[in-house]
């Protein structure tokens, strides 16, 4: 597995050690603080649980010291940081929310180990984007015929012992197949053959398969009424087409086919026409659709500065607040300063995605990990726009946070992606390109 000089190699995991320890630390704290306070029926299952989930992390670390993985070293500790959070909130909120959780959190950390060592020579993914298309398809058209519905979105599937919600998988396959198309024919898409109204553009043969698999899956799930997932998609693919194409005609020619949509949208779906209006003023809708987002934002204003402390505010008053609202209850006991810290968070590891882009020696490596970074940084972008009501509820998941296992897999199979192409890259303890 290693391509990385021992000396970069030790000095890049000896820093993802470190940052490790500090967010056992902090895990830690939050532990002590949840024994004391006596929450769940066994309060010492909060001590095994939070020891069971550090230890996790930390095997994950030396097997990638002892197998010379050169992967990034800041972004296992940022996730780490954000899942111990999960754990720690969701704890307090619900104990039997973090037991689910925590399980899902050994399955994605499982996931995580697999896509890091079976598939470190990432380049081989670019040979079967077709098949990633079909995949993607099969999984959207599951749960329109076989999937039960929940928050007015049929999207999941029902396997006894738990729910999957394939449409979160599908964002990684799309990711993969636009990565391998886009760097096939760049050149073709980035010049255009012919012209219409002065601007060069590509035939419909070069855009058709791209704009087929799109399509069709924004069909699905609009099928589905889960459109927090095609924003999701149509949002990625234009950040993956502007950086593979450098033409942001093709993205203002985007967001005009998206606005569109969205009226479209508003006028065919009650559900969304319900959370527009909601979005606009939920004052007037208090004591129905509104209320979920009305006790978020008296969450986040009652937080104040430096916040309720852990265990001391109330999101329970928040409908649903282990899912995408877990922001407003993080906000709300640990304040303004904790949000900003989260955000700081989240634009962390978008950065270190794009440097990896940025860094990366071949075309597909440097689709792949933007288009993994863009999509993380816009899932965290419109929940948390939509939590504080800067934008209409998606109901989609906040990565590493809110409840929810499919989610959670799915992201940690996103990061092992990512750190594979890091590999190659082999960043030094500074977050340089090592020679």
Not at 60 to 76: E, Q
Not at 201 to 212: F, T
Not at 350 to 367: I, K, P
């Amino acid at each position: 597995m290693s391509e990385v000089p021992a000396s970069t190699l030790g000095r890049s995991r000896s820093v993802e050690r470190k940052l490790l320890l500090y967010a056992g630390a902090y895990l830690g704290t939050g532990t002590a603080i949840l024994f004391l306070h006596g929450y769940g029926k066994v309060p010492w299952t909060v001590l095994a649980g939070a020891a069971t989930a550090f230890l996790s992390f930390i095997l994950l670390h030396f097997f990638w010291s002892f197998k010379g993985f050169g992967g990034d070293p800041f972004l296992l500790p940022l996730v780490a940081l954000l899942s111990f959070t999960s754990l720690l909130f969701l704890y307090r909120l619900n104990p039997a929310y973090a037991v689910r959780q925590f399980a899902w959190l050994l399955v994605g950390v499982a996931s995580l180990w697999a896509v890091t060592c079976w598939f470190p020579r990432y380049q081989a993914l670019a040979d079967y984007k077709y098949l990633y298309a079909f995949a993607g398809a099969v999984a959207l058209l599951l749960p329109i015929f076989c999937g039960v519905e929940q928050g007015g979105a049929r999207s999941w599937l029902d396997l006894g012992l738990f729910y999957v919600q394939p449409s979160e998988f599908v964002k990684v396959l799309l990711v993969l197949f636009l990565a391998a198309y886009l760097a096939e024919n760049r050149l073709l898409l980035s010049a255009g053959n012919f012209k219409v109204l002065g601007v060069f553009l590509p035939s419909p043969r070069d855009w058709g398969p791209m704009l087929v698999m799109l399509g069709v899956s924004l069909l699905l799930v609009i099928f589905q009424k889960d459109l927090g997932a095609g924003l999701i998609y149509f949002a990625t693919f234009l950040a993956m087409v502007y950086v593979g194409t450098a033409r942001a005609a093709y993205v203002l020619l985007g967001a005009l086919l998206f606005l569109a949509g969205a009226a479209g949208s508003y006028f065919l779906f009650d559900h969304v026409r319900l959370r527009v209006q909601v979005w606009l003023n939920p004052w007037a809708l208090i004591d129905t659709a509104g209320y979920q987002i009305a006790q978020s934002l008296f969450a986040l204003a009652s937080g104040g500065l430096w916040g309720t402390g852990l265990g001391k505010g109330m999101p329970e008053y928040i409908p649903a607040v282990h899912t995408d609202f877990i922001f407003a209850a993080i906000t709300e006991e640990m304040g303004l300063g904790g949000a900003l810290a989260f955000l700081v968070v989240y634009m962390l590891l978008v950065y270190r995605g794009f440097l990896v882009a940025v860094s990366s020696r071949d075309e597909f490596g440097s689709l792949m990990a933007a288009g993994l970074s863009a999509l993380l940084g816009l899932q965290a972008l419109i929940i948390i726009a939509g939590v504080s009501k800067l934008l209409p509820l998606t109901g989609i998941a906040l990565p590493f946070l809110s409840y929810g296992g499919s989610s959670l897999v799915a992201n940690f199979i996103l990061l092992g992606l990512l750190l594979n192409v890091s590999h190659h890259v082999c960043f030094d303890g500074a977050g340089k390109e090592a020679s």
